[in-house]
């Protein structure tokens, strides 16, 4: 069965540092998104993107983040100066254009030190 | 403010028993409902998803929804030990395109045996 991936699972950086953060989406899916959970906190949505270029985005998705289609597999999530706030699990999902269910990939575990 | 409202729990059932895990949202253009199950320190894994008023059964899983007093449920029939985790309801305001799931904190169930 299809699924989303993401790499890599756990990324430990050092605050003001940049990361990267990695996903495939299915193959056959149109549209992405990114999430974050912090821990003991709800799932919260951070972008979505569709036809390369940025759908809608929340009141976190600030200047320091952005977001990629490098290639017809990848879908990238950048921050550019990671702050101690930034540590979360960052989820990556998409869905099809019918049906709209949304999968989830197994997430990064954000760390900043 | 768009909420979508869960009791956190922890909800305990015996094995066998029927769990009922409820929902509720505040936008009333809300469009998509679904049910995710979260086990510790994994990614929302889709349950169930409903769009229109009334139930949908799935196995061991029915949710229902109620558009009129904003209300969606989740019930797991014969519970089982391996159903013991946290359910995320989630709602989207539009039935295709990139649409954003908000999601609620969670409830956290118990099956004991």
């Known amino acids: 069965e299809p699924e989303v991936t993401q790499t890599p699972s756990h990324q430990v950086t050092q605050m003001g540092q940049e990361v990267i953060l990695r996903c495939v989406p299915i193959?056959?899916?149109?549209?992405f998104y990114w999430y974050r959970q912090i821990l003991g906190q709800k799932v919260e949505f951070l972008v979505s993107f569709y036809n390369n270029e940025i759908s809608e985005k929340s009141e976190i998705f600030d200047d320091q983040f952005s977001v990629e289609r490098p290639d017809g597999s990848n879908f990238t999530l950048k921050i550019r100066s990671t702050k101690l706030e930034d540590s979360a699990m960052y989820f990556c999902?998409?869905?099809?254009?019918?049906?709209?269910?949304?999968?989830f990939g197994p997430g990064t575990r954000l760390t900043v030190t | 403010q768009k909420e979508v409202e869960q009791n956190s729990g922890p909800l305990s059932v015996p094995e066998g028993a029927i769990a009922s895990l409820n929902c509720t949202y505040s936008d009333r253009v809300s469009q998509s409902f679904f049910w995710y199950r979260q086990y510790s320190g994994k990614s929302p894994e889709l349950i169930m998803s409903?769009?229109?008023?009334g139930d949908k059964e799935d196995g061991r899983f029915t949710a229902q929804l109620n558009k009129a007093s904003q209300y969606v449920s989740l019930l797991i029939r014969d519970s089982q030990p391996s159903d013991s985790a946290t359910y995320l309801c989630?709602?989207?305001?539009?039935?295709?395109?990139?649409?954003?799931?908000?999601f609620g904190t969670g409830t956290r169930l118990q099956v004991t045996l």
């Open positions: 999902a998409s869905n099809s254009d019918s049906p709209y269910e949304q999968y």
């Open positions: 193959s056959n899916h149109l549209y």
């Open positions: 989630a709602v989207t305001q539009n039935t295709g395109t990139a649409s954003k799931l908000t």
């Open positions: 409903i769009y229109s008023n």
